[in-house]
């Protein structure tokens, strides 16, 4: 079209003018719209006073079609005028889509926009043509072979189209059949357990595993090659793969053809290149062995490993490649793994970015590796490490740049995204077992981005009522000593929480501190103080009124603790990796009201089981008891089993010991909780990812299996229907999924557990759950 114009142009011309040179006087522009006559005489290589012939009309209309903005160009000459009349193509008024599901409309309209299809903007039919191409590409790839994309143009007034954009996505086609050929050493559903593709079966509608994918196959090709490439199968290729479309396009076939070749033993490792650190270091580093099956998996950690400690010696750039030398005459290879240090790096800058409240010094005193230092990757990571522990964040990325115009330098940058830390405000929330939980607090564990744990706490529920303030600084002196305070009054209605009829008044405070004793372990020491008045209810047990009689109501106790801390894990909040442990001792200051102790232990095991898979395991144990003038542990401070951190699928509080009702009083029936001073907890857990959920890292779900009891292990000669001695036969198990969100509006916890044991007196909760809101 743009040539029937541009030809017809020229022949107006040449019949105006004769063919003639002839010098311009003026130039006149006519139909003019919407574009300027600026743009025009910018784009036209001619202006008044130049001397124009047929060659030069050519080019000023070639020039003035190449800016897209006109259908019709006519060049005639008035005289000394030269007049340019012109036919602006069309503006888009409207861009309308209708049928697409699969693709969002506005990832459609900002395609259309980045391509100069937009509202306002001159339409272009080719532009169009060639989008609509491409959306029907993007369809093909994720398997709707039948989808298509029509466009309307609807002429409207003052030279403008309304543009609708119809979809048909059609339905994805499903994958009705997978064939490997050339699969002897391995049975082919061994190969075919190795795709992310599947063929259609019962819980394709939830996997929506059976949906063909370009992409997917090209993962599942490299995996089936990694497959034989790890087990010593040096020469295998695919040699094709075909994928074939159902006449009616709503079934997919996939073939393809494999080339196993032979298995290949390792007869020999070689080192080449500049061994910095020693020979017989780099060698012990090597996972590969000599007269075993060849590795590519093997091989390319053991260049990974060797390039880490090389990272550690400050060698940040090192490159380290296994190359296999194959020898076909007796299948074996010679792996030689080439060492390039390159030079030791230095860093120059350690640089934080997204940390809009946490101070920089909170995040640079976590740091091991140092500024001005050689760069160790270990360091690096390490400290890395340390800000996940730190609880605040929710994400924590490292990235090592070497500095522009240097070899020898890097700058380390650590990239935080912060997450809630506590609530600032007045609360509420709902507990199962408490009710609904009214008060004002404030509870931060990074109090102002300073890194310190402040806690002011005005609490009242069904059983308690709280006032508290307590703060800690882990930095207290620059070495890493911690040291913090706490004061508090409360007063516990434990008949309320499924224990046994008293309640206590009681105030008074602590002092703590810590040290650290290395990296990833420390030790603690506390001092403390509690008043505290019994008060028995309407009708307390034989036990209450037996511990009252020998020890009267009002105590005043002083209390030392100690305690060890050990955690490898990867983070503060819902980790997945590494171990911890903690054991801690309590007694009261002889000379005390009460003299008691207690010791308890808790511990966590994370181990991986596959790529979205991690097991872990947890165990608490408590003991407590008297010494000197007591007979035994205070009530008060009895453990608890059952709920939310114990054994699941029991009510809170509920396992253990109960109260002897008192025989002289008809109206005592109850049997309540009444606990124990030994406490065995553990469960075993499958944590698994939550499904349609993108971002898991403030969500855990899990399987598990709860078992624990509380045991008293003075019992005396009380009836064993409410005293339960230590035995390993006695702990309640259940079994069941539950998981934990960090949600904006506080943690929330539930369980879905089922009981297998129960006692005759156990109190079964299937399903339990905790919120909290913060505003």
Same mark, same amino acid.
């Given at each position: 079209?743009?040539?029937?114009?541009?030809?017809?142009?020229?022949?107006?011309?040449?019949?105006?003018?004769?063919?003639?040179?002839?010098?311009?006087?003026?130039?006149?522009?006519?139909?003019?719209?919407?574009?300027?006559?600026?743009?025009?005489?910018?784009?036209?290589?001619?202006?008044?006073?130049?001397?124009?012939?047929?060659?030069?009309?050519?080019?000023?209309?070639?020039?003035?079609?190449?800016?897209?903005?006109?259908?019709?160009?006519?060049?005639?000459?008035?005289?000394?005028?030269?007049?340019?009349?012109?036919?602006?193509?069309?503006?888009?008024?409207?861009?309308?889509?209708?049928?697409?599901?699969?693709?969002?409309?506005?990832?459609?309209?900002?395609?259309?926009?980045?391509?100069?299809?937009?509202?306002?903007?001159?339409?272009?039919?080719?532009?169009?043509?060639?989008?609509?191409?491409?959306?029907?590409?993007?369809?093909?790839?994720?398997?709707?072979?039948?989808?298509?994309?029509?466009?309307?143009?609807?002429?409207?007034?003052?030279?403008?189209?309304?543009?609708?954009?119809?979809?048909?996505?059609?339905?994805?086609?499903?994958?009705?059949?997978?064939?490997?050929?050339?699969?002897?050493?391995?049975?082919?559903?061994?190969?075919?357990?190795?795709?992310?593709?599947?063929?259609?079966?019962?819980?394709?509608?939830?996997?929506?595993?059976?949906?063909?994918?370009?992409?997917?196959?090209?993962?599942?090709?490299?995996?089936?090659?990694?497959?034989?490439?790890?087990?010593?199968?040096?020469?295998?290729?695919?040699?094709?793969?075909?994928?074939?479309?159902?006449?009616?396009?709503?079934?997919?076939?996939?073939?393809?053809?494999?080339?196993?070749?032979?298995?290949?033993?390792?007869?020999?490792?070689?080192?080449?290149?500049?061994?910095?650190?020693?020979?017989?270091?780099?060698?012990?580093?090597?996972?590969?062995?000599?007269? +075993?099956?060849?590795?590519?998996?093997?091989? @390319?950690?053991?260049? &990974?490993?060797? *390039?880490? /400690? !090389?990272?550690?010696? =400050? $060698?940040?750039?090192?490159?380290?490649?296994?190359?296999?030398?194959?020898?076909?005459?007796?299948?074996?290879?010679?792996?030689?793994?080439?060492?390039?240090?390159?030079?030791?790096?230095?860093?120059?800058?350690?640089?934080?970015?997204?940390?809009?409240?946490?101070?920089?010094?909170?995040?640079?005193?976590?740091?091991? +590796?140092?500024?001005?230092?050689?760069?160790? @990757?270990?360091?690096? &990571?390490?400290? *890395?490490? /340390? !800000?996940?522990?730190? =609880? $605040?964040?929710?994400?924590?990325?490292?990235?090592?740049?070497?500095?522009?115009?240097?070899?020898?330098?890097?700058?380390?940058?650590?990239?935080?995204?912060?997450?809630?830390?506590?609530?600032?405000?007045?609360?509420?929330?709902?507990?199962?077992?408490?009710?609904?939980?009214?008060?004002?607090?404030?509870?931060?564990?990074?109090?102002?981005?300073?890194?310190?744990?402040?806690?002011?706490?005005?609490?009242?529920?069904?059983?308690?009522?709280?006032? =508290?303030?307590?703060?800690?600084?882990?930095?207290?002196?620059?070495?890493?000593?911690?040291?913090?305070?706490?004061?508090?009054?409360?007063?516990?209605?434990?008949?309320?929480?499924?224990?046994?009829?008293?309640?206590?008044?009681?105030?008074?405070?602590?002092?703590?501190?810590?040290?650290?004793?290395?990296?990833?372990?420390?030790?603690?020491?506390?001092?403390?103080?509690?008043?505290?008045?019994?008060?028995?209810?309407?009708?307390?047990?034989?036990?209450?009124?037996?511990?009252?009689?020998?020890?009267?109501?009002?105590?005043?106790?002083?209390?030392?603790?100690?305690?060890?801390?050990?955690?490898?894990?990867?983070?503060?909040?819902?980790?997945?990796?590494?171990?911890?442990?903690?054991?801690?001792?309590?007694?009261?200051?002889?000379?005390?009201?009460?003299?008691?102790?207690?010791?308890?232990?808790?511990?966590?095991?994370?181990?991986?089981?596959?790529?979205?898979?991690?097991?872990?395991?947890?165990?608490?144990?408590?003991?407590?008891?008297?010494?000197?003038?007591?007979?035994?542990?205070?009530?008060?401070?009895?453990?608890?089993?059952?709920?939310?951190?114990?054994?699941?699928?029991?009510?809170?509080?509920?396992?253990?010991?109960?109260?002897?009702?008192?025989?002289?009083?008809?109206?005592?029936?109850?049997?309540?909780?009444?606990?124990?001073?030994?406490?065995?907890?553990?469960?075993?857990?499958?944590?698994?990812?939550?499904?349609?959920?993108?971002?898991?890292?403030?969500?855990?779900?899990?399987?598990?299996?709860?078992?624990?009891?509380?045991?008293?292990?003075?019992?005396?000669?009380?009836?064993?229907?409410?005293?339960?001695?230590?035995?390993?036969?006695?702990?309640?198990?259940?079994?069941?999924?539950?998981?934990?969100?960090?949600?904006?509006?506080?943690?929330?916890?539930?369980?879905?557990?089922?009981?297998?044991?129960?006692?005759?007196?156990?109190?079964?909760?299937?399903?339990?759950?905790?919120?909290?809101?913060?505003?």
């Amino acid at each position: 079209m743009k040539r029937f114009y541009l030809l017809l142009s020229l022949c107006l011309f040449a019949l105006a003018v004769r063919a003639e040179v002839f010098q311009v006087e003026d130039i006149r522009i006519d139909g003019l719209q919407r574009v300027s006559s600026g743009t025009v005489f910018a784009s036209m290589p001619l202006s008044v006073g130049d001397l124009i012939d047929e060659n030069t009309v050519r080019r000023a209309t070639r020039s003035l079609f190449r800016t897209g903005y006109f259908d019709d160009i006519r060049i005639s000459r008035d005289g000394g005028i030269l007049i340019v009349t012109v036919k602006e193509r069309p503006a888009m008024a409207e861009i309308k889509l209708s049928g697409n599901k699969a693709i969002p409309e506005e990832d459609l309209l900002k395609a259309l926009r980045d391509n100069g299809l937009a509202e306002g903007q001159i339409f272009r039919q080719a532009v169009l043509e060639g989008m609509s191409r491409e959306l029907e590409r993007q369809y093909v790839g994720q398997g709707r072979y039948g989808a298509t994309v029509t466009a309307d143009i609807e002429e409207l007034p003052r030279n403008r189209v309304g543009v609708h954009i119809k979809v048909d996505e059609g339905e994805v086609a499903s994958i009705k059949h997978i064939n490997v050929v050339g699969a002897r050493a391995f049975d082919a559903d061994e190969i075919l357990s190795l795709f992310e593709l599947k063929t259609s079966n019962i819980l394709s509608w939830v996997f929506n595993d059976d949906k063909y994918s370009k992409e997917k196959l090209s993962g599942d090709l490299e995996r089936i090659e990694s497959f034989y490439l790890n087990r010593g199968y040096l020469k295998f290729s695919i040699e094709t793969t075909q994928v074939a479309i159902s006449p009616d396009r709503q079934s997919v076939f996939v073939t393809v053809n494999l080339n196993e070749g032979d298995v290949y033993t390792v007869d020999e490792i070689a080192l080449a290149g500049d061994l910095v650190i020693s020979e017989g270091e780099i060698r012990s580093l090597v996972r590969l062995k000599k007269e +075993q099956t060849f590795s590519q998996l093997e091989m @390319t950690n053991t260049s &990974e490993i060797i *390039k880490d /400690r !090389l990272g550690n010696e =400050g $060698y940040t750039f090192a490159e380290v490649k296994g190359i296999p030398e194959v020898n076909e005459d007796n299948k074996t290879a010679k792996v030689t793994f080439f060492v390039n240090p390159g030079k030791r790096a230095y860093v120059r800058r350690i640089e934080f970015r997204g940390n809009t409240k946490t101070m920089d010094e909170v995040l640079r005193r976590e740091m091991r +590796q140092m500024e001005g230092a050689s760069a160790s @990757t270990a360091k690096i &990571e390490h400290s *890395k490490v /340390r !800000l996940n522990r730190l =609880g $605040y964040f929710k994400e924590v990325q490292v990235d090592t740049q070497q500095v522009p115009g240097t070899n020898d330098q890097v700058d380390v940058i650590y990239t935080v995204e912060e997450q809630p830390s506590g609530s600032i405000g007045a609360s509420v929330g709902f507990a199962q077992t408490y009710g609904l939980v009214l008060g004002a607090n404030i509870s931060e564990r990074n109090f102002l981005g300073t890194g310190n744990n402040v806690s002011i706490n005005l609490n009242q529920s069904a059983y308690t009522t709280n006032y =508290g303030f307590s703060a800690s600084n882990p930095y207290f002196t620059r070495d890493g000593i911690g040291a913090g305070f706490s004061v508090f009054m409360r007063e516990t209605d434990y008949e309320e929480v499924n224990v046994s009829n008293y309640s206590t008044d009681s105030m008074g405070g602590s002092l703590t501190f810590s040290y650290p004793i290395s990296d990833v372990s420390s030790i603690g020491f506390g001092l403390g103080l509690e008043v505290l008045e019994l008060k028995p209810g309407s009708f307390p047990s034989e036990e209450i009124l037996e511990f009252i009689d020998e020890n009267g109501e009002d105590f005043t106790t002083f209390t030392t603790s100690f305690n060890w801390g050990y955690s490898t894990l990867n983070r503060a909040n819902l980790s997945t990796a590494g171990i911890s442990h903690r054991v801690a001792v309590e007694f009261s200051v002889p000379g005390s009201d009460l003299e008691y102790y207690k010791t308890s232990y808790a511990g966590q095991y994370f181990r991986p089981l596959s790529e979205s898979l991690t097991l872990r395991m947890r165990t608490d144990l408590g003991y407590g008891d008297s010494y000197g003038s007591g007979d035994r542990l205070p009530f008060f401070k009895n453990y608890f089993g059952g709920g939310w951190g114990s054994v699941r699928g029991y009510k809170k509080n509920t396992l253990g010991p109960r109260e002897t009702p008192d025989p002289d009083n008809p109206f005592d029936n109850d049997d309540d909780p009444f606990g124990g001073n030994m406490l065995v907890v553990g469960s075993v857990e499958v944590l698994f990812p939550v499904p349609f959920i993108k971002d898991q890292r403030s969500i855990q779900a899990a399987a598990f299996l709860d078992a624990g009891n509380v045991f008293d292990t003075d019992c005396g000669d009380k009836d064993d229907d409410f005293c339960q001695e230590p035995d390993l036969g006695d702990l309640r198990y259940s079994l069941g999924i539950g998981g934990t969100w960090i949600s904006g509006f506080g943690p929330i916890t539930a369980s879905l557990a089922f009981p297998l044991n129960p006692g005759g007196e156990d109190e079964k909760e299937v399903f339990q759950f905790s919120l909290g809101q913060t505003f």
